[in-house]
């Protein structure tokens, strides 16, 4: 099925760095969603996108959702162990059906 | 924010038998829900969309007399593993859509180990 390209899909990074990744489409996305999954868990909802140009905050994440309406970024910024996992954007098209990125494995050396 | 509770988080089974993976949305109704199929380092990818009171809709490739999908009532949907195999072995996810028109969110179950021996 088709997915969105998401970038980089692995970042290797000392804690205390800034993050940031990305997802682009060739399709328009009326909805950005970003998540994060630790091993073993089911994805958690990070931050969620509704209007293109929306910029929103959660703590140490921001998150925007492109002004095409094809592109959204995901920022963390002072990088902590606990930031540790694999990081999805996804985005509904118009029916409730997701698409995914293919994930952002971040790992933080201490 | 909503809840979606899945049941078991693990099960072992032996090849040839079936098994029943549950997902409840806890504080919320859910006419569809979502299940997915995720292999290690992988995304998931969508299996089917299960439909409360019809049948479930299934993504290409995926057998659904293999993986029975029934969505009795709004906050209980049920996938079964059919004569399962160790090519079964996966983690498995399912989700439920909630929120107001516009701004729909999809949360998640735990998750679900197989593992086919």
């Known amino acids: 099925g088709q997915q969105l390209n998401q970038s980089p899909q692995s970042m290797f990074i000392q804690e205390g760095e800034d993050v940031s990744m990305n997802c682009t489409s060739s399709?328009?996305?009326?909805?950005w969603l970003w998540y994060k999954q630790d091993p073993g868990e089911g994805p958690v909802l990070l931050i969620a996108?509704?209007?293109?140009?929306e910029l929103t905050s959660n703590g140490r994440l921001t998150a925007q959702f492109g002004i095409t309406r094809k592109d959204s970024f995901l920022n963390i910024s002072a990088s902590i162990p606990s930031d540790v996992g694999i990081y999805f954007c996804?985005?509904?098209?118009?029916?409730?059906?997701?698409?995914f990125g293919q994930g952002t494995r971040l790992t933080i050396n201490p | 924010g909503a809840v979606v509770s899945q049941h078991p988080s693990w099960v072992i089974c032996k090849s040839g038998t079936s098994v029943k993976i549950e997902c409840r949305s806890l504080?919320?109704?859910?006419?569809?829900m979502f299940w997915y199929r995720q292999f290690p380092k992988q995304s998931l990818m969508l299996m089917a969309t299960?439909?409360?009171?019809?049948?479930?809709?299934?993504e290409q490739g995926v057998e659904k007399d293999k993986f029975l999908i029934n969505h009795a009532s709004l906050t209980l949907s049920t996938l079964t593993v059919t004569s399962a195999h160790p090519e079964d072995s996966s983690f498995y996810i399912c989700?439920?859509?909630?929120?107001?028109?516009?701004?729909?969110?999809?949360?998640f179950g735990q998750g679900t180990r197989l593992t086919v021996v």
């Open positions: 989700s439920a859509p909630h929120g107001d028109r516009g701004r729909l969110q999809a949360f």
């Open positions: 399709s328009i996305f009326n909805t």
């Open positions: 996108l509704y209007k293109a140009g």
């Open positions: 996804a985005g509904h098209q118009g029916a409730q059906k997701l698409v």
């Open positions: 504080d919320f109704q859910a006419t569809t």
């Open positions: 299960s439909n409360e009171g019809s049948k479930a809709t299934y």
